[in-house]
Nanobody, 122 residues
Framework: VQLQASGGGLVQVGGSLRLSCAFS????????MAWFRQAPGKEREFVAA???????RSADSVKGRLTISRDDAKNMIYLQMDSLKPEDTAVYYC?????????????????WGHGTEVTVSS
């Protein structure tokens, strides 16, 4: 399995971005997918996950602002990021785990993309 994240960039406070993650090398619908992020000097943290028929879970810090979705026909997941704040600045990673499930812990995921950097400027 290979994951390729894209879509990061520099955006002002209150702006929007959409991150994409392309999945290849496996049966996409059989994997739980997630976004994590890692800010400078901090541990990697859970952002949002999607699994099964479209069930989702988001971290409390991003609820209502960052929304995960998937397109099984295109083997893609997305992270729509709205009302961005400076604390959203981080490298964002997509991750995959085999099975109809999700986890909040990064170590549970088997596959990772290289990450895409998001900078929110004030």
């Amino acid at each position: 399995v290979q994951l390729q994240a894209s879509g990061g960039g520099l955006v002002q406070v209150g702006g929007s971005l959409r991150l994409s993650c392309a999945f290849s090398g496996g049966s996409f619908s059989k994997y739980g997918m997630a976004w994590f992020r890692q800010a400078p000097g901090k541990e990697r943290e859970f952002v949002a996950a999607i699994w099964g028929g479209g069930s989702t879970r988001s971290a409390d810090s991003v609820k209502g602002r960052l929304t995960i979705s998937r397109d099984d026909a295109k083997n893609m997941i997305y992270l729509q990021m709205d009302s961005l704040k400076p604390e959203d600045t981080a490298v964002y990673y997509c991750a995959a785990v085999y099975g109809i499930n999700y986890y909040l812990t990064a170590t549970k995921y088997d596959y990772w993309g290289h990450g895409t950097e998001v900078t929110v400027s004030s």
